[in-house]
């Protein structure tokens, strides 16, 4: 038992994996065999990287310590941008850049407000999600702007791999992921994101530039958004103004379902991949299984819920196991 | 001539039904995606359709509601869901014209049987790979509307109309105002003498957001004539006018659907006319299209399940089928 | 006379309307331990503060072997060979040992512009020296310092200070929240600083350890400093007086 509360303390994911494999193996069986059949899989797999991808921001902005509700509203706001700036003729890359641009200075302005007036983050980002909503509804007069046919979506929505399993996004996620991960594993300024989140006094008194790391983190959530709903969009083929709405909440609730601390300083990119999996994996299998479809917001809730009270209750007990010294 | 189709199509399928009825091998699996969310009583009526139809012919049917009501994104994961199951059939509504293209071409290349129901895309048989539709053709409905309020506008004065735009983007809400815009545009012409505007707004699909909208233009633009609703949501607005001391009737209002709470304000006379779409036969026609083309090979067939205007004389009537989910 | 190591010279500073130091001068000479005694509010925590690069002055000079310098930051204070040991400790208890002991200014495997990738193997090396040469044995640098008792965190506090060749360390109320075992340890270290050569503040409410330890007293009060004399000149009730 205390081994494994040992390894629970270094690895807070490896809960959310149990919880993980149990949902699985329960949608196998009550769907007939269904659930991990090739078809659905590519169905998950497809969708993963979006939610996958603001889990991966939110989780990284919320080890620093801060959260950012907007992530919904930026995930259609820059898609949007980017479409409209089409329809004026930008062409597709300088497009792109012009829709991250928008995600950056949205991630700028919820880090700079946050940290000059020293307001929660979560309340600014509250006022943000209202209205990068509200700009996102007025750029597109309306009516969402086509897409024209001939730019490379592809790149992001085709399928590729054996038996074609996974969508180009699933590659892209796969390398951010794996970037992000590296990032907070091991770079300094990944260090430094923990230190801040973990105990802020102690970050700062060392010489690390907490307004700094903390704008960073700001910045690479909403990229990380606004990256998520450009490839949903390439996928449906329209940029809606409505997508995203709630997907911030569910992000939070990935993040802390794979582990991720509310207080900062604790948690993993893995725990927020596996959070965003476990609730991709609720919402099919209760299609699947012909469960009343609204259950799930029941059992996201009930999710984030006993993730939380789990995680400190385990944190708690494995505290009190002191490490062995000689001394 | 559609109508003698279904007809005939019903009565066909009625008695297939009652003759291989006890003798169905494999049950048939039909499942039904659409756009909206349990708390929209529109679709209950469907859903009763839709199930009346499966006991008759003894299949396994499922319909799935969206969480947020008009998401595109979550209907699209729910079909792709759905259609792992390997249905016989897929009825679902097309509120995008290119969200589900994908999909649905898919669930054609895998020989299932694909009607649209309740929304098409705009651009029929040419835009999407769906083999039939069945629902109420927009644009002819609303300007049907347009005539059926335009009787009760008074003898002289300006005549100055607001159209609530629903749903902003999605095919049902614009055509549907694009019908009551057209109808105002021939009348404009028929009557050069008199002074005709309107104004369309984004109203929105619940009752709370439509009556806080329309109730502040309504507060702006007092000498309003008519408002017309893509929806049943100009219920709400019969609720504020009656809390402000308006009488029935100063302000008319025309909707769409015959759901409870518009029979109601239209009993009470602040609604003047409503365009029935007949939901009951939305949920109900599709099924027995799906049977038909898996026993007999019967091709899917367009249904226009009618743009019949509902005036207060025929309320009492109506209300109790309404109640029982059949209108 | 030597010249100081550090030299404070009329340091002001105000807080919302309050006078926390008045004109306050402070030279201490290469090797010295020198005692800040003080009430709460006294303005103690303020002056380290200032030296240590958490707060900035608002009027005054600092010189540092001879130059004048300015400290706007943690960070230049440490480059100037300035470490401080908290009373918190400054140890974030989510991250392992090795992590914390190079915080701030870790060992780049490869790196541009002050980012890169840390030298984990480094970093743990390091961390097991850096400990052990404090006298306190830890099994492994990956532990998480949050699993450590206070005493152990301040171990690992100093054995950074340490480490980083720090030319003048500060300590403030290092020994709260210790046992008495490890008080006693933490104030031998401080004892053996001097010998090291190490210059240093040591800030305790604890009148006894100040005499322990230093061998300078300098008591503040208001503000201001009230008294500054040998150790050997004064004795614990002459300091309460002041106080």
């Not at chain 2, 039904?32 to 199930?51: E, I, L, M, P, R």
């Not at chain 2, 109601?264 to 009951?280: E, I």
């Amino acid at each position: 038992m205390k081994r494994l509360l040992k390894i629970y303390l270094e690895k807070p994911e490896l809960a959310g994996l149990v919880l993980l494999v149990i949902l699985i193996a329960v949608f196998q069986v009550k769907s007939d065999g269904i659930f991990l059949g090739q078809q659905n899989l590519r169905g998950i797999l497809g969708l993963l990287p979006e939610t996958g991808l603001i889990a991966i921001g939110v989780t990284l902005l919320m080890i620093s310590g801060e959260f950012d509700l907007s992530v919904g509203s930026v995930f259609a706001l820059m898609p949007m941008s980017m479409a409209i700036a089409m329809t004026h003729g930008v062409p597709f890359v300088p497009a792109m850049m012009l829709g991250f641009a928008v995600c950056l200075a949205i991630g700028f302005i919820n880090g700079y407000i946050t940290l000059t007036f020293n307001i929660p983050s979560f309340i600014t980002t509250l006022g943000m999600l209202f209205m990068a909503r509200s700009m996102t509804v007025v750029i597109s007069g309306g009516f969402p702007p086509l897409l024209s046919s001939d730019i490379p979506t592809w790149l992001f929505t085709s399928y590729v791999g054996p038996g074609e399993l996974f969508r180009m996004s699933f590659l892209w996620f796969l390398v951010v992921g794996i970037l992000a991960g590296l990032l907070l594993a091991r770079t300094n300024f990944g260090n430094w994101i923990t230190a801040v989140g973990g105990f802020q006094q102690a970050a700062a008194a060392t010489g690390i530039p907490v307004k700094r790391v903390k704008m960073v983190s700001f910045m690479l959530c909403s990229v990380l958004a606004g990256f998520a709903g450009m490839i949903q969009v390439f996928r449906l083929g329209s940029p809606l103004p409505s997508i995203g709405e709630g997907l911030e909440l569910q992000a939070v609730a990935a993040a802390v379902i794979g582990g991720t601390a509310l207080t900062g300083g604790i948690g993993t990119i893995l725990g927020g991949v596996l959070g965003a999996l476990l609730i991709r994996v609720i919402d099919n299998g209760l299609v699947l299984t012909q469960v009343d479809a609204n259950w799930f917001k029941f059992a996201v809730g009930f999710l984030t819920i006993f993730a939380v009270v789990a995680n400190a209750w385990l944190r708690a007990r494995a505290k009190r196991i002191k490490v062995e010294i000689s001394s | 001539m559609t109508n003698k189709i279904s007809s005939i199509a019903l009565a066909a399928a009625m008695g297939l039904a009652t003759l291989t009825g006890a003798q169905a091998a494999d049950p048939l699996k039909i499942v039904f995606t659409h756009h909206s969310s349990a708390s929209n009583t529109f679709w209950q009526a469907v859903k009763k359709g839709f199930d009346d139809a499966c006991a008759r012919i003894q299949a396994d049917c499922q319909m799935v509601f969206t969480q947020t009501e008009g998401s595109v994104e979550q209907q699209q994961a729910n079909m792709q869901a759905a259609l792992a199951r390997k249905p016989d059939g897929l009825i679902t509504s097309i509120v995008d014209d290119n969200a589900f293209d994908q999909t649905i071409a898919d669930a054609r290349a895998q020989g299932v049987v694909v009607i649209a129901a309740n929304v098409d895309d705009s651009q029929g048989a040419a835009g999407n790979a769906r083999q039939a539709f069945i629902g109420q053709n927009f644009i002819p409905a609303g300007h049907s509307l347009g005539a059926a309020i335009a009787k009760h506008f008074p003898e002289s004065g300006p005549i100055k109309v607001l159209v609530g735009v629903s749903a902003p983007g999605q095919n049902w809400s614009e055509q549907r105002a694009q019908g009551v815009i057209n109808f105002m545009e021939d009348y404009k012409k028929a009557h050069p003498d008199r002074d005709v505007s309107w104004d369309k707004i984004d109203s929105g699909t619940d009752l709370a957001t439509t009556a806080d909208r329309v109730g502040a233009y309504l507060s702006a633009h007092p000498d309003t004539t008519a408002y017309f609703d893509t929806g049943f949501w100009c219920a709400s607005v019969a609720r504020v006018l009656k809390d402000r001391g308006v009488e029935p009737g100063k302000v008319l209002m025309g909707g769409f659907d015959l759901v409870p709470e518009v029979l109601q304000q239209m009993k009470a006379g602040y609604v003047q006319a409503l365009v029935d779409q007949q939901p009951y036969e939305q949920g109900f026609m599709p099924v027995m299209e799906i049977y038909l083309a898996k026993t007999v090979g019967l091709a899917p067939a367009d249904i226009n399940t009618g743009n019949a205007i509902v005036t207060p004389d025929q309320v009492d009537s109506v209300m109790k089928l309404s109640s029982e989910g059949l209108r | 006379m030597t010249s100081p190591i550090i030299s404070c010279q009329k340091i002001e500073k105000w807080y919302s309307g309050v006078h926390a130091l008045k004109q306050v001068s402070l030279d201490i000479v290469p090797g010295e331990a020198v005692g800040l005694v003080g009430d709460n509010g006294a303005g103690k925590s303020t002056l380290i503060n200032i030296i240590s690069g958490v707060q900035t002055a608002d009027a005054g000079e600092v010189h540092f072997e001879g130059r004048p310098v300015s400290i706007r930051s943690p960070r230049d204070a440490m480059d100037l060979g300035i470490e401080t040991i908290y009373q918190y400790n400054s140890m974030v208890p989510s991250m392992s040992i090795a992590r914390n002991l190079f915080i701030g200014r870790e060992p780049l495997r490869l790196g541009v512009m002050g980012f890169g990738l840390i030298d984990l193997k480094k970093m743990r090396q390091e961390s097991v020296r850096a400990i052990a040469d404090v006298d306190l044995h830890l099994r492994t640098p990956d532990a998480l310092v949050g699993e450590l008792s206070g005493g152990q965190r301040q171990g690992v506090a100093i054995a950074r200070a340490m480490y980083f060749k720090s030319k003048l360390m500060i300590l403030d109320e290092p020994t709260n929240h210790l046992s008495v075992k490890e008080t006693n340890k933490v104030l031998g270290f401080v004892q053996s600083l001097k010998e090291q050569g190490i210059t240093s503040i040591f800030i305790s409410h604890n009148i006894h350890h100040v005499f322990e330890c230093c061998d300078r007293i300098v008591a503040m009060a208001r503000g201001e400093i009230v008294l500054d004399k040998p150790a050997s000149e004064t004795n614990m009730d002459e300091v309460l007086d002041v106080l």
